[in-house]
């Protein structure tokens, strides 16, 4: 396959991360880094002569509430990555530039406000993207929307009409294909299968809800029930992640921790395999790292649940791009926009 | 808008309908019939001195499980109803056959196993209406599939592209229309709504698995468990809608089942809404017809759960096309086919 590479970008809270990817969906160069944490919060009350003090503005200036300088640093560092990214690649034309971000956002127009980037509130990210690249295509989806089309395109779930692409970490999110196609939605936000219900009398979420599979299976939430039995009380912030690990090497409650999320992520799928009648569902992410300390009471609970012949079929499955695949889904935003992006509005 | 019309036929465990449909959804001739009763079982085990006996067969020719004359004398009915209708609108040229009929079946080839039609086992349905309408268009789809397609052309989800369309009665089934199309899902199952999870220690349910909406929910599921509670004790078989009507007339326990139930749609349908970002959710079907009763405790749990600004959106409502829903819908199979009827198998 020939024809321009696109950049690919994938924004988190922890990290931003850039490609430049084939058509085909090689990856040419690829670099990360870490997303700069926000400024420390100005005192509030007392200690500050003038209300608009800091920097010396003058105090008619109203200080929005988003604090830009933090926006700006953000900003500023995806542009030094992505201008590093492109000239490692030789500096080559683009096809066009794919995002995933993390959500919520408005959508298509890519206004975000990342729930782990408390710094980036309405930031206008595709009218940036596009006043740096003009005349090139500027398409941005959720981060787990990206996971899944990359898992879709080039993964896991190349081949299948009807996947759902999860990812199960810090949030658990996920993208919906059927018939072949991106499922967007009225608004852009299908394919929150952290929200759907798992324990209705369940742990309250952070979307406000309660009892919602992410509230359950997400590292965070694993991480603090752990401990709540007893596991490593002496650490300050173990993660999901030491969590997989611990119950890798055989602890008890991390093993524990490991199968209440594999309940709740089978229940999950079950109520989705059912109403979307799906072929393939992929599983990426931190948590998904445990592997079958995971995957065996999912695919348990899951039976259970999911009797008829044709829930029965569907494939649960571990994602096969690793970190990549959310760049290259973003970069099936610009080379497959026939089946990855729904929205008229195609620059 | 101008053209031959389509018969349309819906095909349940308890009647047969069918109608003359204009290109608009306008219904020209319309009736019902009930659906015939399997024969009784033949004796097993003595009392016939041949393997083969009844009806003089010789003893060679084995009888198929499906005992074929139950099946034929539900068949016979059906014609005769649909040849009734399409004198009773003049005999007019047709555009093709559009048939909504319970589930399972193979689908699109639609050999039929109704649950609640249990003389039907592989019956060949498509098959034998193409033999019958040669050179038409002959579809068949899920009849609660065909009640979401017609809400959505032509009812109460009409100019919405993300609706839900779902029906409460002897069981819970539903149809799911995303980006303005029917999505069928890998073997065309997409829209099982009633086997969405709401309760994962719940009560066993009719597909195998455990706390399904449809096990809570549905109309005697309701009655049982009302009865259980005590009311209409005295009675052999009081049916969901005796429920809903004695639930409007004020009987506490009728109330209650209704608020169990409401419980029970808002969880299903806040987790729907989270994967899939629906416009509208479109419910119907005769435990529906409990009203307020029912929608008052829907709408609170579905609050509860539900607070993502694009979830809060959604619009609950009642269907708006009463019976014939599932008749307009079928024959949006023939007029809408574009939208609605996926298979690459036209005819």
């Known amino acids: ?20 990817v084939h058509p085909d969906g090689r990856i040419a160069a690829h670099d990360r880094t870490a997303t700069p944490s926000p400024p420390p919060e100005r005192p509030k009350g007392g200690g500050e002569s003038s209300p608009g003090g800091v920097g010396g503005r003058p105090p008619t200036m ?3 509430p988003e604090r830009p300088e933090g926006a700006e640093a953000i900003w500023s560092a995806l542009v030094a990555l992505v201008d590093k990214v492109f000239a490692d690649a030789g500096a080559p034309s683009l096809a066009g530039v794919g995002v995933g971000c993390g959500g919520p956002m408005t959508w298509p127009a890519a206004e975000v406000s990342p729930i782990n980037i408390p710094a980036w509130r309405g930031f206008p990210l595709r009218e940036r993207l596009r006043a740096r690249y003009p005349g090139l295509p500027v398409r941005v989806h959720n981060d787990a929307v990206c996971v899944a089309i990359g898992e879709h395109w080039r993964g896991a779930g190349q081949g299948h009409d009807n996947v759902l692409g999860m990812v199960v970490s810090t949030g658990v999110g996920g993208g919906l294909i059927l018939g072949g196609h991106l499922i967007d939605g009225g608004t852009g936000n299908a394919g929150h299968i952290g929200h759907v219900i798992v324990d209705p009398d369940g742990p309250p979420c952070g979307c406000g809800g309660r009892g919602c599979l992410e509230a359950v299976a997400r590292g965070p939430g694993l ?42 992520l089978g229940l999950a799928i079950a109520s989705a395999t059912h109403l979307c009648d799906l072929d393939v569902v992929t599983v990426g992410g931190g948590v998904s790292q445990a592997g079958d300390l995971l995957f065996t009471p999912l695919t348990e609970t899951f039976n259970t649940h999911a009797r008829m012949d044709f829930a029965q079929r ?4 571990p994602t096969a791009l690793g970190q990549t695949s959310g760049l290259v889904g973003a970069a099936a935003l610009v080379f497959r926009a026939s089946r990855y992006w729904g929205p008229s509005d195609k620059q």
Do not use: S
């Open 1 to 20: 396959m020939t024809g321009h590479p696109a950049l690919a970008i994938d924004i988190g809270g922890t990290k931003l991360a850039a490609a430049i």
């Open 62 to 64: 109203n200080r929005p």
């Open 223 to 264: 991480a603090a029930w752990a401990r709540e039995q007893g596991w490593r009380g002496d650490e300050d912030d173990p993660t999901g992640a030491d969590l997989a690990e611990d119950a890798r090497a055989g602890h008890p409650v991390a093993a524990a921790a490991m199968r209440r999320a594999g309940r709740a």
């Open 314 to 317: 569907v494939r649960i499955v």
